[in-house]
RNA sequence: GCUGAAGUGGUGGAAUUGGUAGACACGUUGGACUUAAAAUCCAAUGUCCAUUAGGACGUACGGGUUCAAGUCCCGUCUUCAGUACCA
C-alpha cells in the first residue's frame, strides 16, 4: 500500500470538519490555552507559501496543547475592511463585499488543505454587521469616558459631569486637550447645553477636533501617523502633506505611561521579543524633562520650550526656532526680514522627508530678536534652523551648545558663543559628557550633578514662573476618521453641529449603499453618495436624506473608522463569537482571558499591537475586561523569501549584407538565451566564450534567414531576466520546451547549453513578488507532495523568527522522510505493525526523540524538531523495527506537525478515535541511561582517536587506560604528557 | 548616526551549559535496478596535500583568555532589521 497522501488528507479534513474535532469547549474541567494567529486582510491574490509559516507553527503549538490536555481555543478570521476591495469597487463599480465574499472562499480553501485545527465556528469577520455592531459600541463606550489621573483610570463621563456641577473643573486632573480654560461650578452650570457638550469633547476618549492631519491626496484619505512610512503612504508610497480638518480621534495618550510601563514593569512581564518591546518604547518616546518659558526682549511675546537637561540652563547661549514656527514674523526684525524670509522660502521648498535624510548641512538665520534669559536676565539671540522640527515639541529649543552635539554644530558653524558649564571637560567632548559631571558656572547649580541640577534648576524655574516639570511622550493622539466607504460607520449623528451618539440598543448602523465609492463631488466622503443616510430620532432607525430637518431627523457622519478599529479588539471576540447582545459575555471572558500565545508579523509593532493594549486596557478600567493585557506571549515569525531564477539573453547588433530577408523586427526572430556557466565566463571577458557565442548567433541567424548575409557587429548585449521557477528544476536546470510554451515571444527562443544539454538559470533570493515569478502557490505543493510536506517543509526551512529563502527543490527531503515513515508501517501486504517486544535500542531512539521533540516545542525550534523526527525513522528503519509499543506513541509525536499521516497511521494501528485526543508520550530517563561512553581522545585540543570506555570507570583508570592504548603512545611519540584532563562522559584531553 | 540581531561547506541550516564543528536535508559525483527514463536503494561529499597510512588548514577578519573557543573578552569589517535632527 502506498503513501497516498492526496487521498488521506481529503478524508480526514472531511473528518475533522464533521465530527468538529477543533471545536473550543466554553465549560471543561480542562484548563485553557488560547493560540491565536494574526487575522488575515482577504486579498485577491490569495496565500504564498509565506503567508501559511505563521499558521502552521502556532498550529502545532495548539495541536500539542490538545495532546496535553488543555482545552484549546485556536480561532480564524479575516480582517476584512480595508483599501484594496475599495479600490477595486472604484475601479469595477463590484460592490466591496461582493469582493470579500469572494476573496474569503479562496482564502478558505486554500487554508483548509493545509489541514489547520482552527475551530470554524468561531470565524469572524470584520466587515460583518454582526461583529462591527460591537466595534460601534466600544466607539460609544469610549466617547463616554474619560481619563482620570488621580485614579489612573478611564472612568465614565457621568463622574466628570458630577465633578464639573460641583466644583467646576480647577480641581480636576483629567488627561484632556490643552489650553483648557478653567471654570467654576457656577460657570459650569450656567454654560449652555452646546457650550458645555463642547467642553466635554475635551475630555472625552474619543473626541472630535480640528486637528493638523496627514492628508495623503492621492488616497484621499488622512493617514495614522504608523500608517506612514519614510515620510510617504505605507499603501502605494504617495505623497503625505499636512492639513488641518476635524476628525475623530483617539486619546491614546492618556495610556502612553500604562502602555509603557505595561511592557515591563508588571507583575509577569509580556513574553515578547526585545526587539518588538524595543520599537514600542520608542514608539511611546518618553522624556522627562522640563517646559521653560522664555520672554523675548522689547516683545510681548515668550517662547515655549521643552528640554530634557533643565540642568544646563546656564549653559543657553542662543535659541533656535523652526522655521514655521509661528513667533518668527512677529520677532523678527527689519535688517533680517529678507534673510529670514528666504530661509523660510527655502526650507519649505525641501519636503520633510528630504530635510530629515541630510542631517549633516546645517543652516540657519538670526531673526535679530534676543530673549532673556530666566535667572541670568542675559539677552539671547533668537535664530531659526531646520534642524528643529516644527512637529516634534514646541517646535523651539533651547540652544545649550555645551550639552547636545547640534547646538554645538551650530553654535561653532555661526560662531555663536560657547559657553563651558562641566567641570573638567574640554568643550569638544562636553555634548557627550557623563551625566556625572559635576556642573559649573551655573550659579546655584555649581558643584551639582545632572540629576540633582535637573531637579533644583525646575525648582527654581517654578519659583520665578517661568517652568514646569514636565514628562513628554512622543506618542500622538491617533486620527480615527478615514474618508473612505469599505469601513465601519460611526454610530453619529449630527444636531446643531454637535456629534451624538446614536443609543447602543439601535446598533447596528449599517454601511448604506451608494451609487459610487468616490468622494462627492463637494469633497465630502464617499458616503456623503448614499441617499439614505439621515438617522430619524423617533423612530430610531436609518432613513432618506430628504426627511433630514435637524429637528427630528439629522444627517449622519460620513467618515469611516480606520483598518485598525475591528483589528483592536477580534481577540476577545472569539471567545464568545456569535453572541447577538454583548461582544461576549463576561464568564466567556474570564474564562479564557487573554491570548497565551500570539503568533504574527513585527511589522505590527506600533500599530495594531499598540492599538488593541489600549483598548484592552480601556475595556479593563470600564470593567468589561478583567484582563489588562491582550496577548501574554508572542512570536513574530520571520518572512519567507522567493528564490528567484534567471535565464541570460544575449544580442548583437547586427548588420544584414544586401537586401535579403533579414528583419530586427521580423516574427523569425528568435531571442538567444545562454546557460549560467558560459554566462559567468563571457561576463569575465573570456574571449574563447564570447566569440563561440558569436559565431553561433551568427550562425543561427543565417539559417533563418537564408536570403541574407548576417554578421554580427558591436559589443555583445547580456541581460538576466526573471523566469517562473516553476520552469526550474532541483538543478536549477531550465525545463526549455516549457519556457518556449511560457511566453509567445519565447517560442523560437535559441538557446546556448551546457556541454550535457542542459540549461543552467542564475538563482538569487528576493521577496516573493509576482513581477518576479518567485511566488510559489501551496495549493500546488499540497496537490504534488501533501499537506503534511508542506507543513513539514516550511518547519524545516530554518529557525521560525528567521527571515529565510523558499526553494521548492529541497521539499523532496521531506516528502521522502514521509515516505518512509509510511513504510516503516506499512508495505505491500497491509500494515506490518506486530506486538513484538520493542528492543533497547528502539527504546532508546524513541524516547531520545519525545525527549528533544517535547523541548522543541516548548522553545518554538521545530526546524529541529523535523530533523529528530528523521533520524528516529532512519534509526528504526535500520533497526527494522515494527513494535506497536515503539510506533504507536510515534504517530502521537508526529501528530502536531503532519496531522494527516498521523491520523492514518493511528486509525490503521486499530484506534476508532482521533489522534489529537490522544495523550503526548511521556519522555523516560531509564531509556537513555548508557553504561559506557565512546570518549573523544584530544592532544593539545586536537582530536585523534575515539575510545570506549564504561562510563563509572574512574579518573584515574581512566586515564590508565588512555596511557596503555597503542594509538596513545603513538601520538606522543615518546613524549610524557604534562598534564591529562579528563571531564567524566565528556572528553580526554593530553596535553604535552 | 544610534539601537538590535546576525556572519558556519556549493545551498538551507545544526551544534541548548566552553568539551568530537558541519547533525538533518538539498545539490553534486559514482554505483545498483531498468531497454530507457522516472522512482527507489547504496556509497562518497568542508578545503588543501598524500597512492594509502595519514597530515595541514578551517565557523567574516585581527588579537586575547583557556587544557579546550563557532560559543567567552577586546578591536575591525560586512549584512539584515528597526529608528532617525525627539531638543
Redesign the pocket.
Known amino acids: 500500500m502506498q503513501y497516498n497522501f492526496n487521498e488521506i488528507e481529503a478524508k480526514w479534513q472531511k473528518y475533522w470538519a464533521e465530527n468538529q474535532t477543533f471545536k473550543a469547549s466554553n465549560s471543561t474541567d480542562k484548563p485553557k490555552y488560547y493560540v491565536l494567529d494574526m487575522f488575515p486582510y482577504p486579498s485577491g491574490a490569495g496565500l504564498h507559501v509565506g503567508h501559511p509559516l505563521g499558521y502552521i507553527a502556532s498550529d502545532i503549538y495548539a495541536r500539542y496543547k490538545r495532546h496535553q490536555g488543555f482545552n484549546v481555543l485556536h480561532p480564524q478570521g479575516y480582517d476584512s475592511f480595508g483599501l484594496p476591495a475599495e479600490q477595486y469597487a472604484i475601479q469595477t463599480g463590484q460592490h466591496p463585499a461582493v469582493t470579500t465574499e469572494t476573496n474569503v472562499t479562496r482564502y478558505r480553501e486554500q487554508l483548509d488543505k493545509i489541514g489547520f485545527s482552527f475551530d470554524w465556528a468561531r470565524e469572524v469577520r470584520t466587515s460583518n454587521a454582526d461583529y462591527y455592531k460591537h466595534t460601534q459600541w466600544i466607539f460609544i463606550q469610549l466617547y463616554n469616558s474619560w481619563y482620570n489621573n488621580d485614579s489612573k483610570k478611564a472612568e465614565d463621563i457621568a463622574t466628570l459631569i458630577a465633578l464639573f456641577e460641583t466644583s467646576g473643573n480647577t480641581t480636576v486632573n483629567a488627561v484632556c486637550d490643552e489650553d483648557i480654560q478653567s471654570f467654576t461650578a457656577e460657570a459650569w452650570n450656567a454654560f449652555s447645553d452646546k457650550e458645555q457638550q463642547q467642553i466635554l469633547l475635551q475630555y472625552r476618549l474619543t473626541f472630535l477636533a480640528e486637528t493638523e492631519v496627514n492628508w495623503c491626496p492621492a488616497l484621499g484619505t488622512v493617514l495614522a501617523?504608523?500608517e506612514i512610512?519614510?515620510g510617504v503612504s505605507e499603501r502605494g508610497g504617495h505623497e503625505v502633506v499636512r492639513k488641518k480638518m476635524t476628525q475623530w480621534s483617539m486619546r491614546i495618550s492618556a495610556y502612553a505611561e500604562r502602555l509603557l510601563n505595561g511592557i515591563d514593569y508588571n507583575q509577569d512581564s509580556l513574553d515578547w521579543?526585545?526587539?518588538i518591546k524595543?520599537?514600542q518604547r520608542?514608539?511611546i518616546?518618553k522624556?522627562v524633562?522640563a517646559s521653560v518659558t522664555f520672554n523675548v526682549n522689547d516683545h510681548d511675546a515668550t517662547i515655549e520650550?521643552?528640554?530634557?537637561?533643565?540642568d544646563t540652563i546656564f549653559g543657553v547661549s542662543f535659541m533656535?526656532l523652526?522655521p514655521e514656527h509661528e513667533l518668527v514674523s512677529q520677532i523678527v526684525t527689519n535688517e533680517q526680514k529678507d534673510a529670514v524670509n528666504a530661509y523660510i522660502e527655502s526650507t519649505s521648498k525641501r519636503s520633510?522627508r528630504e530635510?530629515?535624510?541630510?542631517?549633516?548641512?546645517?543652516?540657519g538665520v538670526f531673526t535679530g530678536a534676543y530673549a532673556e534669559h530666566p535667572f541670568t536676565k542675559e539677552s539671547i539671540p533668537v535664530w531659526i534652523?531646520?534642524?528643529?522640527?516644527?512637529?516634534?515639541?514646541?517646535?523651539?529649543?533651547?540652544?545649550?551648545p555645551c550639552?547636545?552635539?547640534?547646538?554645538y554644530d551650530f553654535a561653532k558653524h555661526f560662531d555663536i558663543a560657547i559657553p563651558n558649564i562641566l567641570e573638567g571637560v574640554d568643550i569638544s567632548e562636553a555634548a557627550n559628557a557623563d551625566k556625572s559631571v559635576k556642573i559649573a558656572n551655573s550659579d546655584f547649580l555649581n558643584g551639582l550633578n545632572a540629576k540633582k541640577a535637573g531637579k533644583l534648576a525646575i525648582y527654581k524655574l517654578e519659583e520665578l514662573g517661568q517652568g514646569i516639570g514636565k514628562t513628554?511622550y512622543?506618542l500622538r493622539d491617533a486620527v480615527f476618521s478615514r474618508q473612505r466607504y469599505w469601513g465601519e460607520p460611526f454610530p453619529v449623528y449630527y444636531k446643531d453641529g454637535m456629534p451624538q451618539m446614536i443609543d447602543a440598543a439601535h446598533l447596528p448602523i449599517k454601511l448604506p449603499e451608494v451609487e459610487k465609492y468616490l468622494p462627492t463631488e463637494t469633497g465630502e466622503p464617499p458616503l456623503g453618495n448614499a441617499t439614505d443616510w439621515a438617522w430619524c430620532t423617533t423612530t430610531n432607525e436609518v432613513v432618506s436624506n430628504d426627511k433630514i430637518n435637524n429637528e427630528t431627523v439629522f444627517s449622519l457622519e460620513l467618515n469611516t473608522m480606520p483598518g485598525w478599529a475591528g483589528s483592536s479588539w477580534y481577540m476577545f471576540r472569539y471567545m464568545d463569537s456569535q453572541n447577538e447582545g454583548e461582544f461576549a459575555n463576561k464568564e466567556m471572558l474570564d474564562y479564557w482571558g487573554n491570548v497565551d500565545l500570539y503568533i504574527g508579523g513585527?511589522?505590527h509593532?506600533?500599530g495594531h499591537l499598540l492599538y488593541s493594549r489600549f483598548w484592552t486596557k480601556f475595556l479593563h478600567d470600564r470593567g468589561f475586561l478583567s484582563v489588562d493585557e491582550p496577548f501574554k506571549k508572542m512570536i513574530n515569525q520571520g518572512m519567507i523569501l522567493g528564490?528567484s531564477a534567471f535565464v541570460y539573453e544575449f544580442s548583437w547588433m547586427t548588420q544584414s549584407n544586401g537586401e535579403g530577408d533579414f528583419g530586427m523586427n521580423s516574427d523569425k526572430m528568435p531571442s538567444f538565451f545562454i546557460t549560467k556557466s558560459k554566462y559567468d565566463k563571457i561576463v569575465k571577458g573570456d574571449v574563447e566564450e564570447i566569440e563561440k557565442t558569436k559565431s553561433f548567433y551568427e550562425k543561427t541567424l543565417n539559417e533563418i534567414f537564408p536570403n541574407s548575409e548576417i554578421s554580427a557587429c558591436e559589443e555583445i548585449q547580456l541581460a538576466p531576466k526573471h523566469v517562473d521557477v516553476a520552469l526550474v528544476?532541483?538543478?536549477?536546470?531550465l525545463d526549455i520546451d516549457g519556457f518556449k510554451n511560457w511566453r509567445a515571444y519565447y517560442a523560437n527562443a535559441k538557446f546556448i547549453t551546457e556541454d550535457?544539454g542542459t540549461l543552467k538559470v542564475g538563482?538569487e533570493?528576493e521577496k516573493m513578488s509576482k513581477s518576479k515569478y518567485n511566488v510559489v502557490n501551496p495549493d500546488e505543493i499540497c496537490e504534488r507532495y501533501g499537506a503534511d510536506t508542506l507543513r513539514l517543509?516550511e518547519m524545516?526551512?530554518?529557525?521560525l523568527?528567521?527571515?529565510?529563502?523558499w526553494?521548492t527543490?529541497?521539499?523532496?527531503?521531506?516528502?521522502?522522510?514521509l515516505?518512509?515513515l509510511w513504510?516503516l508501517y506499512v508495505d505491500d501486504n497491509g500494515l506490518k505493525v506486530t506486538d513484538a517486544e520493542p528492543t533497547k535500542e528502539n527504546l532508546k531512539t524513541l524516547h531520545k526523540t519525545i525527549?528533544?521533540v517535547s523541548?522543541?516545542i516548548e522553545?518554538f525550534?521545530f526546524?529541529?524538531s523535523?530533523?529528530?523526527?528523521?533520524?528516529c525513522?532512519?534509526e528504526l528503519?535500520?533497526q527494522k523495527c515494527s513494535a506497536k509499543e515503539i510506533l504507536e506513541p510515534l504517530a502521537v509525536l508526529m501528530a502536531p506537525y503532519a496531522p494527516h499521516i498521523a491520523e492514518e497511521l493511528w486509525a490503521q494501528l486499530g484506534s476508532t478515535n482521533s489522534v489529537s485526543e490522544a495523550a503526548f508520550p511521556i519522555f523516560d530517563e531509564k531509556h537513555l541511561v548508557e553504561s559506557s561512553?565512546?570518549?573523544?581522545v584530544?592532544f593539545?585540543?586536537?582530536?585523534?582517536?575515539?575510545l570506549e570506555l564504561p562510563l563509572d570507570m574512574g579518573k584515574d583508570d581512566i586515564e590508565k587506560t588512555v596511557m596503555a592504548d597503542e594509538r596513545t603512545q603513538?601520538?606522543l611519540d615518546g613524549r610524557t604528557p604534562k598534564?591529562v584532563?579528563i571531564?567524566p562522559g565528556?572528553?580526554?584531553?593530553?596535553?604535552g
Open positions: 501617523n504608523d512610512v519614510n521579543t526585545d526587539s524595543e520599537i520608542n514608539w518616546g522624556s524633562g520650550v521643552f528640554t530634557t537637561r533643565p533656535t523652526a520633510e530635510r530629515m535624510a541630510d542631517v549633516k548641512t546645517i543652516s534652523g531646520d534642524y528643529v522640527l516644527a512637529s516634534y515639541g514646541t517646535g523651539a529649543v533651547m540652544a545649550v550639552g547636545d552635539q547640534r547646538d513628554q512622543r513585527s511589522e509593532a506600533t528564490t528544476n532541483a538543478s536549477d536546470e550535457d538563482r533570493v517543509y524545516f526551512l530554518g529557525p523568527e528567521q527571515a529565510k529563502p526553494n527543490a529541497g521539499i523532496t527531503g521531506v516528502h521522502n522522510f515516505k518512509k513504510k525527549k528533544k523541548e522543541d522553545n525550534s526546524n529541529t523535523v530533523s529528530t523526527f528523521m533520524i525513522v532512519n528503519t535500520a561512553k565512546n570518549y573523544p584530544s593539545n585540543g586536537k582530536m585523534r582517536f575515539m603513538k601520538q598534564k584532563i571531564v565528556k572528553i580526554i584531553n593530553l596535553v
